[in-house]
């Protein structure tokens, strides 16, 4: 048996990994830093996306009237950023709560924003770029799924 056999590599991992917290207990609450990590993500993305169709100078209204299809940025990997990020804010103050029931409202939102206004959207946005938008959205998730 080779000494870098993975299960005895993770074996040692994790005796270092006791050992470094007998030795130096750095406890931190990491419900509370993913929570933060979450956040800080999630607010710099709607931000991004905000400050894409401000120099694409379109609109940012939900029920606006869009003057151009951008596509860079943060649309580049989630044809709803903002909405991406809303749902990333929910799921931070879930983990910075420490609540489990807490989960169930970003999976919520997600519900209610994919059966409402993402339709209205997508179809306005259809009628408005025809073949530019077919072609985004065919290559672009609407989130990141």
């Known amino acids: ?13 994790i005796a270092v990994q ?3 917290n007998m ?7 990491l419900s509370l830093l993913l929570g933060l990590l979450i956040l800080i993500f999630s607010l710099g993305t ?8 401000n120099n694409y100078e379109t609109t940012y209204i939900p029920d606006g009237e869009p003057e151009k299809l951008v596509t860079s940025g943060p649309f580049s990997f989630s044809r709803n ?8 804010v929910l799921l931070a103050i879930a983990f910075l709560l420490q609540s489990l029931s807490a989960l169930l409202i970003p999976i919520l939102f997600i519900s209610i924003i994919q059966n409402t206004w993402i339709p209205h959207e997508e179809k306005k946005l259809a009628e408005i770029f025809g073949e530019e938008w077919m072609t985004y959205s065919e290559k672009t998730k609407k989130w990141l799924w």
């Not at 950023?81 to 990333?88: E, H, T």
């Open 46 to 53: 709607i931000t991004y996306a905000f400050r894409e169709l």
């Open 23 to 29: 030795l130096v207990p750095l406890e931190v609450n």
């Open 81 to 88: 950023p903002i909405y991406l990020g809303m749902a990333g």
């Open 18 to 20: 006791v050992l470094l």
């Open 1 to 13: 048996m080779k000494l870098s056999y993975p299960p005895l590599i993770v074996l040692g991992c």
